[in-house]
């Protein structure tokens, strides 16, 4: 169990991290979630022990590792860049986190086979790192970081070096092997489909704050600001009125909403893929005149013009393929979408 | 195709020029008769006159090879100094911020705008009974050392000498050092000084080999610095090789002389470079046997 409590890190007049509080069950994967300079890497960093916090606490089943440096605390990482040591084997470079705990020679020899397995590189063991593959560098630098059974283990955008296809394969078997291991895994991205698919929490980070922490499905379906619905996902943003208890668009349609709408509510998100086109039995109904059209293979996006010049997204996963869409640009449409599919935001 | 042969054509017959005709001159010189002439030798044609006289008497006078003997161990001492003191140097300034590494190197390097035989004069007068480290030390109630024609002094010299030569491709080398690995080291337990063992130091070898090699080799042939501020003992090989030359007129044992250093300077450092590689091959050998010790029975993925 990893215990953040009030942490504050600063680059000279830069706060990396503003105050933050975070806690991580064991055997849970936590995925930090944001832009370039969010902090996200920081707060790793932080972690591992690389970055001095200027106050807070930052401790593993109790015991504070605040003050220690990184080659005592009882973490691992996996770096962005694997950081192989080029001039040692597969092996020594597997052994080396093993070696400086004094582990004996024949425990180590067992542990390196049992990793090569864990992460199948049999075979590969006297092999150097420009040897290797990309794939199989990350995975070196993985079995690497599990050796020396880490209470916690940080993993620092440890796809992003990987292409498209090999990247699905990797997230995959990563998320497996967590949940064989039940270990903590902190894995820090950018990617919000990696986060989304990966994660049991994922928490989203900000301007060194963490915006919002929760599973998933309550990050994407009920963002608590205009930054993680923007963030996580494509949004509809639109500006709304509050009267009597309801919403009202600058359009002049009062929306049919799920939840209450708060008094102080100030814009409305819709994600584009809950809006539907033509004439659908919905409770919220609006016109507009499509002025474009993405295609994304899976998808069809079209934006649309409302009455009061705002646009909105609709994007039709295309299940019997484009030739039935018989939309184009400058029809007049519907746009629908039900009272659910509504989130109100406040910020 | 055509411009770029003419490019390297231009480095290659720089090196044929000033450095491989020159030398093969010089053979001939050691080859040749010495002669009462001008220059001291005989010519070889006609009738082929060759001898090897010059080059028996050198590896027969213990003259030379105690010089020989000498030269080396002077030079490997101040090589020896030069890394231990260059490491560190090398190191820090590496290790420093942007602001302060190009202060630091701009100050290693500044003895080069000044002549290297007014630096090498300057250290006479610091070094003498009644130069500036003696006035000092007596002056902090120290005995006065005696300094100047010592091996002590030429120690200095040479250090003092070559010690950028040390510092610069251990810098550049240290500088290349790609800083997470020594992140990943300490992130694996490793304690500062066993990620320098272990990561630092073996990646920097390179930069080692370099500097050993730009400080040994001139080393081994200074005559200056032993000239100037090494005693009568001090008979190293390149002064031997200028009182040949200049004093004794002989031509032909000079150039002997020359060549054996040079053939010296250059098998030791292959030697070394090679005994070294088969020693890090041995040694990462017994690391990986105990993994490599029973084979894989799965076959590997991919």
């Not at chain 1, 590969?124 to 079995?143: H, K, N, Y």
């Not at chain 2, 560190?88 to 190197?105: C, D, F, K, Q, Y």
């Not at chain 2, 320098?196 to 080393?219: E, N």
Request: glycine residues 8%; aromatic residues 6%.
């Amino acid at each position: 169990m990893l215990t953040i409590s009030g942490l504050r890190v600063r680059y000279g007049s830069l706060v990396a991290i503003d105050d933050l509080d975070l806690t991580v069950p064991p055997g849970e994967l936590f995925v930090l979630l944001g832009g370039s300079g969010s902090g996200k890497s920081t707060l790793l960093r932080t972690i591992a022990g690389f970055v001095r916090p200027e106050s807070g606490r930052i401790a593993i089943n109790g015991a504070d590792l605040t003050d220690l440096p990184p080659h005592r605390r009882p973490v691992n990482m996996m770096f962005q860049s694997y950081a192989l040591f080029p001039h040692m084997s597969v092996a020594a470079n597997i052994s080396f986190g093993l070696r400086t705990r004094g582990m004996s020679r024949a425990a180590v020899a067992d542990r390196v086979r049992e990793m090569l397995g864990l992460v199948r590189l049999q075979g590969f063991e006297a092999r150097r790192p420009s040897q290797l593959s990309g794939g199989q560098q990350q995975r070196v630098a993985l079995a690497r970081s599990l050796a020396p059974r880490p209470a916690l283990l940080l993993l620092d955008e440890p796809l992003s070096a990987l292409d498209r296809n090999l990247r699905r394969d990797t997230r995959e078997e990563l998320v497996g092997l967590q949940h064989d291991l039940g270990l903590a895994f902190i894995l820090v991205t950018h990617d919000q489909e990696e986060a989304l698919t990966m994660a049991d929490r994922i928490g989203v980070m900000h301007a060194g704050r963490l915006m919002q922490v929760g599973s998933p499905s309550d990050v994407y379906e009920r963002p608590d600001t205009r930054f993680v619905a923007e963030f996580l996902g494509a949004a509809n943003i639109l500006p709304v009125s509050v009267r009597n208890g309801r919403a009202e668009l600058a359009c002049g349609l009062v929306v049919h909403t799920a939840m209450d709408v708060p008094a102080d509510a100030r814009w409305l998100a819709v994600r584009p893929e809950r809006v539907m086109i033509g004439a659908v039995d919905a409770a919220n109904r609006v016109a507009g005149v499509v002025v474009q059209q993405s295609y994304a293979g899976d998808t069809l996006t079209h934006v649309v013009r409302l009455a009061d010049g705002s646009l909105l997204r609709a994007t039709t996963a295309l299940q019997q393929g484009l030739g039935a869409d018989p939309v184009s640009v400058g029809d007049a449409v519907t746009l629908a979408w039900q009272p659910a599919a509504c989130i109100v935001l406040r910020r | 195709m055509m411009g770029r042969r003419l490019v390297l054509a231009i480095p290659w017959a720089w090196l044929l020029i000033f450095l491989i005709l020159p030398a093969l001159i010089v053979l001939k010189i050691a080859l040749s008769y010495p002669a009462d002439s001008v220059p001291p030798y005989a010519p070889m044609l006609p009738g082929l006159h060759v001898s090897t006289d010059a080059f028996s008497l050198i590896l027969s006078d213990p003259l030379y090879r105690d010089a020989l003997l000498l030269s080396l161990k002077v030079a490997a001492l101040s090589t020896a100094i030069c890394l231990l003191t260059g490491y560190p140097m090398a190191l820090a300034i590496a290790r420093s911020s942007e602001r302060w590494r190009s202060v630091l190197l701009l100050l290693v390097m500044l003895p080069f705008w000044t002549g290297f035989l007014m630096r090498i004069n300057a250290w006479i007068g610091l070094l003498q009974d009644n130069g500036w480290i003696n006035t000092i030390a007596v002056a902090l109630g120290l005995p006065a050392l005696r300094l100047l024609y010592t091996d002590t002094a030429v120690y200095i010299g040479m250090v003092y000498t070559y010690l950028p030569f040390m510092v610069l491709p251990l810098y550049t080398r240290l500088t290349q050092l790609d800083a997470s690995l020594l992140d990943a080291a300490a992130d694996l337990g490793a304690p500062p000084w066993r990620a320098f063992l272990r990561i630092t130091l073996p990646l920097s070898l390179p930069g080692v080999w370099a500097g050993i090699l730009l400080v040994s080799i001139p080393a081994a042939g200074e005559y200056v610095i032993p000239e100037l501020l090494g005693g009568p003992q001090a008979q190293l090989i390149g002064r031997v090789l200028w009182q040949e030359f200049f004093n004794n007129r002989d031509w032909p044992t000079a150039s002997a002389i020359a060549c054996a250093l040079v053939m010296l300077l250059l098998l030791l450092p292959g030697a070394i470079i090679w005994a070294t590689r088969q020693a890090v091959r041995a040694a990462a050998i017994t690391r990986g046997a105990a993994a490599e010790a029973r084979p894989a029975v799965a076959p590997p993925a991919r």
